[in-house]
């Protein structure tokens, strides 16, 4: 299955600002998730990166808080625009596997303060 | 009533111990089941996948699909110390439906 390289690993950003979060895979991919994760809840689902196209967004993610670039087949990147502490959370990119299920990165651990 | 539900534990057991971690779920139309291991400061990784009811086993790890209960469940038998991490079950309906998450379970072995 593929490799997936996130960065940055962590992070602790002031409350205004934004962070852009780079997911790299060592393959051709069609579909990117971006997940977030916070503490003690499930995975939600952010939208999907289609290369090509603008991503979907989920129920409750909006474009303005969370941009999403998808350039080609094997990068994207995630903003976390305009920062609060209730941003704080891992956020992880994923990629569809070759049977089923996701490949996740190791995700960024991001502190709002 | 959650689309997914887990229990976050934490569950502590001895090593050696048979340990049973489970999912119950409401949409009937879900038909591929997951479980993911993560480990802290990780990504979840797949550990094993089941299409519709039945049991799957790979190595030490048992997954079985109750679809009229709406029950999953994953077996770990003869528990180790490196088996202790967060079990997240996850199911979707196939197709280009999302896949839904439990919350996870954190597990603890405990030498």
């Known amino acids: 299955s593929a490799v997936i390289s996130q960065k940055p690993s962590r992070d602790i950003c002031q409350r205004g600002t934004s962070l852009t979060i780079q997911c790299q895979v060592d393959?051709?991919?069609?579909?990117m998730f971006w997940y977030r994760q916070q503490p003690g809840q499930s995975l939600t689902l952010i939208a999907t990166?289609?290369?090509?196209?603008?991503?979907?967004?989920e129920s409750g993610f909006v474009i303005d808080k969370f941009p999403i670039s998808r350039p080609n087949l094997t990068f994207s990147t995630l903003t976390v625009s305009n920062m609060s502490p209730e941003d704080s959370s891992i956020y992880l990119c994923?990629?569809?596997?070759?049977?089923?299920?996701?490949?996740f990165g190791s995700g960024t651990r991001l502190t709002v303060v | 009533q959650k689309e997914v539900e887990q229990d976050p534990g934490p569950l502590s057991v001895p090593e050696g111990a048979i340990v049973s971690l489970n999912c119950t779920y409401s949409?009937?139309?879900?038909?591929?089941f997951m479980w993911y291991r993560q480990y802290s400061r990780k990504g979840p990784e797949l550990l094993m996948y089941?299409?519709?009811?039945g049991n799957k086993e790979d190595g030490r790890f048992t997954a079985q699909v109750d679809k009229s209960s709406k029950y999953i469940s994953l077996f770990i038998r003869d528990s180790q110390p490196s088996d202790s991490a967060t079990y997240l079950c996850?199911?979707?309906?196939?197709?280009?439906?999302?896949?839904?998450f439990g919350k996870g379970t954190r597990l603890h072995i405990l030498p």
């Open positions: 994923s990629v569809t596997r070759g049977d089923y299920g996701y490949t």
């Open positions: 393959s051709q991919v069609t579909m």
């Open positions: 990166a289609n290369q090509g196209s603008e991503a979907t967004y």
């Open positions: 949409n009937s139309a879900f038909q591929y």
């Open positions: 089941t299409y519709s009811s």
């Open positions: 996850a199911m979707s309906a196939g197709g280009d439906d999302k896949i839904i």
